[in-house]
Nanobody
């Protein structure tokens, strides 16, 4: 079991930046991947960015070049740096941990709201 706690959400104007943090209650090295997902009202949850235990990353096309995911294994924390934010980035952002290659995330945080005003 692991608890994931997100922080860093808030209200920002379009073009601004936010950095989300996801603190895990135990080592994140044991997980094959850590990721950030988001869900806007009336829409399905979607993958935003993911980072593997080996440091490989991948991003949704809509955020590539604007968002950056990183991890600090010593602090058991994953970050999502979001730059050049757009109103369409408004959503609840969730941190997730995946154990096992090719499997869906098994652990989720409670989410943090990000609102981008135009």
């Amino acid at each position: 079991q692991v608890q994931l706690v997100e922080s860093g959400g808030g209200l920002v104007q379009a073009g601004g930046s936010l950095r989300l943090s996801c603190a895990a209650s135990r080592s994140i090295i044991r997980f094959n991947a850590m990721g950030w997902y988001r869900q806007a009202p009336g829409q399905q949850r979607e993958l935003v960015a993911r980072i593997t235990s080996g440091g490989n990353t991948d991003y949704a096309a809509s955020v590539k070049g604007r968002f950056s995911i990183s991890r600090d294994n010593a602090k058991n924390t994953v970050y999502l740096q979001m730059n050049s934010l757009k109103p369409e980035d408004t959503a609840v952002y969730y941190c997730a941990a995946t154990q096992g290659v090719g499997r869906p995330p098994g652990y989720w945080g409670q989410g943090t709201q990000v609102t981008v005003s135009s």
